[in-house]
């Protein structure tokens, strides 16, 4: 059973959609201007200093960084799913580290590689994105990966 | 606080009459020396507590060394905080069930937080300085930052280490790595 929020999340993106395809676009391309955010959750913060864990992926459960893309839709859509998401697991949802598209697609790995996102939609959250990474890299791979974008990246706390 | 100063254009003439030969050959001795003796110099520097402050060491023209030695304020505090909260990070990390980051993380293994524990508490000083981090896969991270430098330690429930150390725009990393290493690399980098 979806919640409400995420009902409107896709209500929402089927509107975004019609009108990316209108213009020859697809509403999975994400664009530069676009504000992507991390959710955070206890463990993601000392205080109110962002750690790195916060972008370090169980590569078991996950092949690619999970992002919402904020500024398609109303945060407290966002933030509802984020709170709904903790309440199953006994953690606080405590808000997202934000950056803006172009910031990731800058970011280039010392393999060469420039990191990217991607629109991903799911049932709780049809604006949701993610930034694919390469897998069996090693730890220190996705050590690497999780500074830059915590470096680039502005927690806003609720 | 004492201070030695050291000129290294001036070095030479503190040999005597003997200084061309005596200076080139105990110069060369020394920069020969295996790494090892380097090490345990780095040892005996950091048991005196001492500070080095090299300037312009990127110049060519590197002119001389100071060594400042004695108990300093940069010191004293994270020796305190070792003595009077030393778990208090350690404990939250224990705290994170399964699932901590809502995408499916492996609770933070004890075996994993002993490691990083052992280690933390190797380092002494420079260790009081590394806070603990969950991983989602169940290691242990441990980040330590000061002016110019970041130091990530990623600890294995098996005790191996992955690590990245910045310095400035450098940046260096490595995977399964033993404690020992680990401990070297820490020395040599950060």
Known sequence: MFSLSSIELGVRFVGFAAAELARLRSPLNVKNNETLGRELFSGHLK???????????????????????????????????GREAAAKRSVNFKGFAEFDCASLRAIELDDGTRLDAVGDPTFENAFHADVALMPDRGDDYYLFVATELKDISQPHLE | ?????????????????????????????????????????????????????????????FQGTVISYGMTPATTPPVIALLEEPSADWLELRALGADWDGKGAVAVSPSAIAHAKAFVNSLGVVGSTFEPFAHPNGSVGLEAQKPGKE?????????????????????????DVQAALMARVLALLY
């Open chain 1, 47 to 81: 205080g109110k200093r962002l750690r790195v864990n916060a972008f370090l992926i169980n590569e078991i459960s996950e092949s690619g960084i999970s992002l919402d893309r904020l500024s398609l839709a109303p945060r407290r859509l966002f933030s509802a799913v």
């Open chain 2, 151 to 175: 130091a990530y330690l990623i600890v294995t429930p098996s005790g191996r280490f992955s690590y990245l150390v910045r310095l400035g725009d450098a940046v260096h990393r490595g995977k």
């Open chain 2, 1 to 61: 606080m004492g201070v030695t100063r050291i000129s290294w254009p001036s070095a030479a003439q503190s040999f005597g009459s003997y200084s061309g030969s005596v200076a080139a050959a105990f110069l060369a001795g020394a920069l020969c020396a295996p790494v090892e003796a380097h090490e345990e110099y780095a040892r005996v520097l950091r048991r005196l507590d001492v500070r080095w402050s090299v300037p312009r060491a990127y110049g060519s023209s």
